[in-house]
């Protein structure tokens, strides 16, 4: 053990964290580590010859003396610490051979994608009364969504397709994983990521076309005629309660919308960034529904829908008050007794969507520079789900 990594090691023990055994990683040493705040690992900490970082994935703040990095490319916060900073001579780094250029993106899982496409080829079809559609008595329209077929190890649970753009610049898109949605809501948490998926920068269109599935697919007119809205929330269900109020077909001589469930607060600025390279959200109005997050969770879901919002020009629909995390769904929720005006309440919600800035200026604590230190939930519904079911 070099001595940089030793003192690394030991400021980390001091300050309360247990780190585990290190395994070999490609530009270093890399230890799971938990600081503490939760039962579970939630950091990673990678030794280089001279630096340390620090990647964080639950909520936490830095510790002193460590200095904020830039964001992992799932959108996790991070800090560094070099030798210099611990007062350590670090040796002259060892000569390595260039590494080969990264991929821009991570290439598909193969077997995931032929088991999502399997079940979905089963072409189960839900209830309207499946416990995800229904869920603290709400109502959601499916949105096409399908079922995990019978005989399925997973039968019952609903299959969410997640899809990514092909490039930046047109508006073709390919599977690239999906999302399951247990049947049995009472579990925490009731949603998985499919082990395999790769969910940077993916969505879940809704509604769900059979056209997506095959060879060239895109996001095209018969999906996104001229003058339908665009809603980018975080959550499906959130997804599919914006569908239920304000699609053409829930009210009569309405504008359509159309919705990307972003699947974590993270996911929305690289869905705004696309959304503004292929053209769509110059013709045609994008609003981003937020989640209503507090100072626990760094007011990450406000904070990022406003950062997509402006990277494309786009407006954002927020739930005032004192609820935290309270979204789309929970607006139509908590008027289970009368679903229209539900729908209506919500309706209303994306129709008042503001200019970013307004929003800064009305939720002007979401954006105080201490805010913006240590991690946030953006990506929780993608890490806590990234195990295989």
Request: proline share 7%; net charge neutral; with cysteine.
């Amino acid at each position: 053990m070099s001595a940089f990594e030793q003192a690394v090691l030991s400021d980390l023990e001091s300050r309360g964290w247990t780190v585990g055994k290190p395994r070999q990683a490609r530009e270093g040493l890399m230890y799971r580590a938990n600081d503490g705040a939760g039962s579970t690992d939630a950091q990673t900490v990678l030794v280089k010859d001279s630096i340390a970082v620090i990647t964080f994935h639950r909520p936490a703040d830095i510790p002193a003396g460590w200095r904020s990095g830039r964001d992992a490319a799932d959108g996790s916060a991070t800090a560094f610490i070099t030798a210099r900073d611990l007062r350590i001579d670090a040796p002259a780094p060892a000569i390595r051979p260039p590494s080969p250029a990264r991929p821009e993106r991570e290439p598909l899982d193969p077997a995931c994608i032929a088991e999502i496409r399997a079940a979905w080829d089963a072409k189960s079809i839900p209830r309207d009364d499946h416990p995800q559609f229904t869920k603290r008595g709400g109502w959601v329209h499916p949105s096409g969504l399908r079922e995990y077929p019978a005989g399925h190890r997973h039968a019952g649970d609903l299959l969410a397709p997640m899809f990514r753009p092909v490039s930046g610049a047109s508006r073709g898109i390919e599977l690239c994983g999906a999302q399951q949605l247990l049947r049995d809501t009472s579990r925490s948490p009731d949603k998985y990521i499919v082990a395999g998926s790769k969910a940077a920068g993916a969505f879940v269109p809704l509604p769900l076309h059979e056209s997506f599935f095959r060879p060239g697919a895109a996001l095209g007119d018969d999906w996104l005629p001229a003058g339908a809205r665009i809603v980018v929330t975080e959550g499906v269900r959130t997804g599919q309660a914006v569908r239920s109020a304000a699609a053409g077909w829930s009210q009569p001589g309405g504008r359509e919308t159309v919705v990307l469930a972003a699947l974590a607060a993270n996911n929305l600025p690289a869905v705004a960034r696309w959304l503004k390279s292929s053209g769509m959200s110059a013709t045609h109005e994008v609003v981003f529904a937020a989640d209503n997050d507090g100072p626990k969770s760094q007011f990450v879901g406000i904070r990022k829908a406003v950062e997509a919002a402006e990277l494309c020009g786009g407006k954002v629909a927020l739930v005032d008050g004192d609820k935290p995390g309270f979204d789309v769904y929970d607006v139509l929720a908590t008027r289970k007794h009368d679903l229209r005006a539900g729908q209506s309440a919500v309706r209303e919600l994306i129709d008042g969507a503001r200019d970013p800035s307004q929003i800064r200026a009305d939720r002007a604590e979401a954006f105080e520079p201490q805010q913006r230190q240590g991690t946030d939930r953006g990506n929780e519904s993608i890490r806590a789900t990234g195990v295989e079911r």
